[in-house]
């Protein structure tokens, strides 16, 4: 007969090995949102376009309109966009909050009991059904079944799995500390997300909460910053804008002073002009290659996009879809 942990044995296994809680990344702040929209190419292209256009209109050879028009298309994104992103952050934290937390059973003190599965503590002996979440990582040390691991592993066949020949007495120690993709499929191993298709057993929890594979996964996702395909795509048009932009105003920039050298009747007869009337040539081809650039850039794009998106999210929430 499995009698599982005492309550003491429970509150000292919480205290050596920790909590099972999966924990999430901070949600970010207003401010971070904003400032992380400055991360996005074209709207770093736009501000240099903005700096460099200040800088001739410092000297009188710009026009501070523009220059005011392309910050204030650049704050209006950068507002929208993080209002958009807070919307959607915040609608799934309450959705979060909102759900009943899972349960499990387990054998505690002799008897069956049903627990969230928070409150699952390595040692703990967890039964196990058909249809069944695990709720942590463990070993198997009773019964027979098949489990779905394609949560973790993308692999939807079904894998069998059996008890370990130490049963009950197997150790910690004795888990793998290192897992593969062998270790989903072998004899006894269980890991937390996976879902059980068909028989029932008892499981002997090894790791729990960040411990767990899925907790792994966890701190990968909160470290990593994925790009959604939207912003893959914006980000090659404006490396793909700002290549065809500089190239041009290079290009022409080049020409421009091929062809003020040959009008002038040659190298030499343009070097021998005033070195005023040379800087004024060099600050006219320059001012063009710049207005090559500005032209090539679509400020609106951005602006564009971020209203879009938040439109069309704003109808989504409106239906109860989380995006």
């Not at 800087?279 to 001012?287: G, N, P, R, T």
Request: hydrophobic share 45%; aromatic share 4%; proline share 2%.
């Amino acid at each position: 007969m499995l009698r599982g942990l005492t309550t003491q044995q429970v509150e000292e296994s919480k205290i050596k090995y920790g909590e099972n809680i999966i924990i999430e990344a901070e949600p970010e702040t207003f401010l971070d949102k904003v400032k992380g929209q400055f991360e996005d190419p074209m709207i770093r292209l736009l501000m240099l376009i903005a700096l460099v256009m200040g800088g001739l209109a410092l000297i009188g050879h710009g026009d501070w309109l523009e220059v005011i028009g392309i910050v204030f298309s650049v704050g209006l994104v950068t507002v929208i966009s993080a209002k958009t992103e807070m919307a959607s952050d915040s609608e799934y934290r309450k959705l979060k909050e909102g759900v009943k937390k899972e349960t499990c059973k387990v054998y505690r003190d002799g008897k069956v009991l049903e627990i969230e599965i928070d409150d699952v503590v390595v040692g703990d002996l967890v039964l196990l059904q058909s249809g069944d979440k695990i709720p942590a990582d463990g070993i198997m040390i009773d019964g027979a079944l098949k489990v779905d691991n394609s949560s973790l592993n993308g692999e939807s066949e079904e894998c069998k799995k059996s008890a370990h020949a130490q049963g009950e007495y197997v150790s910690v120690d004795e888990f793998a500390t290192e897992v593969t993709g062998d270790t989903f499929v072998d004899a006894s191993s269980m890991f937390r997300g996976a879902v059980v298709v068909d028989g029932a057993g008892v499981m002997k929890v090894m790791r729990v909460g960040m411990n767990t594979i899925m907790g792994e996964m966890a701190k990968d996702m909160a470290d990593d910053d994925v790009d959604s395909p939207l912003k893959v795509k914006l980000s090659n048009l404006a490396h793909k804008i700002s290549v065809f932009g500089y190239v041009g105003a290079v290009a022409i920039a080049v020409s421009l002073m091929i062809s003020n050298i040959l009008t002038s009747g040659g190298l030499a007869t343009y070097f021998d002009q005033s070195w005023v009337a040379i800087l004024k040539d060099v600050l006219e081809v320059v001012m063009m290659a710049v207005v090559i650039v500005v032209m090539a850039v679509p400020e609106g794009l951005p602006l564009m996009i971020a209203i879009v998106l938040m439109q069309n999210t704003k109808k989504l929430l409106d239906s109860q879809v989380l995006v």
